[in-house]
C-alpha cells in the first residue's frame, strides 16, 4: 500500500510530462486509506501508538524497577551541631567535635517489584482495550475516508457527465441554429427564429462553462481528500452509470451494520476500557504488597569496600489521603456511564443510518426508471418538433420548448444515476462495508 502511494506520487509530480493520471473509484480508495493517504489516516496511526504507548507504562507498574547507582564523597562534618558531645576522663584528651576530611565510596544496585497491586493490574487491562479501541478507530476512520473519496470520486463523475450534457446541449442548439438558418433561407422561415436559436444556443454555452468550472473544482476536492498534489491532473476511468444493488431487508441490513461498523465496535472497546479504568481506582483502597532489596559495595576506597544488603517487603494499606480516591473514583464512574451513553446513542445511530439509507436507495431507484422514461419521451417529442417545423407545419419555438424539456430530462437522468451511485456508499456506510462496495 505504501509503495502504491508512492508510485502515485510520483506520477503526479511528472503529470505535466506524461498527461493526466488514470485513476478509478477503487484506486481513489486504496490511496486515500493508505498510510501515507488521507490525513485522518496519519492521525489515527498515531493515535494507535500512543494507546501502545499507554499500555507499555502500564504494563511497566507490574514489572520489576531496577536501578544502579554509584557515589564518591569526600566530606568533613562539625558533630557538635547536631549535639554530639563526648566527654573523656582523660587529662590532656579531648575527643574531636570536628572530623574529616574522610572518604565514603558506595556502588550500589537496588530494585523494586509489586507482588500484589490490584489496582495496577486493572490498569494493564485496561490499556490493552485502550490499544484494540485505538485500532478499531483506525479502521473506522478509513471506512469514512473511503466513504469521503468515494462521495468525492462520485461527484467528479457526475461533473464528467454534466460537461458531457452540456456539450451536447450545445451541439443540439447549434444544429437547431442552423436549421432555423437554413428555413429562413428557403423562405420559410423568420429572423426571430434565428433570434431564438441563438439565445438557446448563448444560454447553453453559459451552461458548459459553468460544467466545466464545476469540473475542475470537483476534481480539486477529490485530490485533496485523496492528499495529492493538487496540480495533479487526473482522468477518471470510472462512469455515471446504474449498478444495481441486491436487495436487503431493514433487519439484515442493521444485524450487518453491528457486525461490520468499527466505530461501533470501537465505542463498545472504549465503554469496556472506562468500566475497568473505575474499576481500578476503585481497587486503590485495597493493600497492596512488594518487595525491595539492594546489594553493593561501601568503603572509602575500592580495596577497602565491604559488600552490604538490604532486602524486604512492603505492604501498603491505604488509609486517608484527603479524599482523592473517593474524588477519582467519582470520575471514573461519570466516565463509564458516559460511555454507555455513548453507545446506547451510536446504536441508535446506526439503526437510523440504515433506515435512511434504505430509503434513499428506494426513492433513488425510482427516480432513476422515471428519469430514464422522462429522457426517451423528451428524445421523442425533440424529434417530432424538429420535423414538423422542418415541413412548416410548426414554428421555432415548439422546437425550442422542446429542446429546453430534453435538456432538463438529461440534466434529471444524471441527478438519478448520482443520487442511486450516492444512495449505494450511503448504505454500503451505513452498513461498514464501504471498502468492501468499492472492490
Do not use: C
Request: no cysteine.
Amino acid at each position: 500500500m505504501k509503495i502504491a502511494f508512492w508510485l502515485l506520487a510520483a506520477g503526479a509530480l511528472a503529470a505535466q510530462e506524461r498527461g493526466p493520471v488514470q485513476l478509478s473509484m477503487k484506486r481513489a480508495v486504496e490511496i486515500a486509506t493508505s498510510a501515507e493517504g488521507n490525513t485522518n489516516i496519519q492521525l489515527a496511526g498515531e493515535e494507535l501508538k500512543q494507546a501502545q504507548a499507554r499500555s507499555a507504562e502500564a504494563r511497566a507498574a507490574l514489572l520489576p524497577d531496577l536501578d544502579g547507582a554509584f557515589r564518591y564523597e569526600n566530606l568533613t562534618s562539625y558533630l557538635g551541631a547536631y549535639g554530639i558531645r563526648v566527654e573523656v576522663p582523660i587529662p590532656g584528651f579531648r575527643f574531636p567535635t570536628f572530623v574529616g576530611p574522610f572518604t565514603v565510596m558506595d556502588a550500589r544496585f537496588s530494585g523494586t517489584q509489586n507482588v500484589f497491586d490490584f489496582s495496577s493490574i486493572r490498569r494493564l487491562q485496561a490499556s490493552h482495550l485502550g490499544v484494540t479501541a485505538a485500532k478499531s478507530d483506525i479502521d473506522a476512520t478509513e471506512e469514512q475516508v473511503a466513504g469521503r473519496v468515494a462521495r468525492a470520486y462520485l461527484a467528479a463523475i457526475r461533473a464528467v457527465a454534466d460537461v458531457e450534457t452540456a456539450e451536447a446541449n450545445v451541439a443540439l442548439s447549434e444544429a437547431v441554429m442552423k436549421q432555423a438558418e437554413n428555413q429562413k433561407a428557403a423562405g420559410t422561415g423568420t429572423g426571430i427564429e434565428i433570434t431564438r436559436a441563438r439565445v438557446q444556443l448563448s444560454n447553453d454555452r453559459q451552461g458548459l462553462l459553468v460544467a466545466r468550472n464545476n469540473r475542475r473544482r470537483s476534481d480539486l476536492e477529490l485530490l485533496r481528500a485523496m492528499n495529492l498534489r493538487l496540480e495533479t491532473e487526473l482522468e477518471l476511468t470510472d462512469k455515471l452509470s446504474y449498478v444495481a444493488v441486491d436487495a436487503v431487508t431493514l433487519e439484515k441490513a442493521k444485524d450487518l451494520a453491528m457486525q461490520q461498523r468499527p466505530d461501533y465496535h470501537a465505542q463498545q472497546e472504549r465503554e469496556s476500557n472506562a468500566r475497568l479504568s473505575a474499576s481500578a481506582t476503585r481497587m486503590e483502597r485495597l493493600p497492596s504488597l512488594s518487595a525491595f532489596g539492594d546489594y553493593g559495595s561501601i568503603g572509602n576506597a575500592l580495596t577497602s569496600a565491604v559488600p552490604t544488603r538490604t532486602y524486604g517487603i512492603s505492604l501498603k494499606v491505604p488509609i486517608f489521603d484527603g479524599g482523592r480516591r473517593d474524588a477519582r473514583r467519582a470520575e471514573s464512574d461519570s466516565q463509564y456511564r458516559s460511555e454507555q451513553v455513548r453507545t446506547k446513542d451510536l446504536k441508535e445511530q446506526v439503526e437510523l443510518d440504515v433506515r435512511l439509507a434504505l430509503d434513499d436507495l428506494r426513492s433513488a431507484e425510482d427516480e432513476v426508471t422515471v428519469a430514464r422514461e422522462g429522457l426517451a419521451l423528451s428524445e421523442n417529442e425533440l424529434a417530432q418538433a424538429r420535423r414538423r417545423f422542418e415541413a412548416g407545419v410548426a414554428i421555432n419555438l415548439e422546437v425550442t420548448d422542446a429542446q429546453t424539456r430534453l435538456e432538463r430530462a438529461r440534466e434529471n437522468q444524471t441527478a438519478a444515476l448520482y443520487n442511486h451511485n450516492l444512495a449505494r456508499i450511503e448504505l454500503a456506510q451505513a452498513m461498514g462495508m464501504v471498502r468492501q462496495a468499492i472492490q
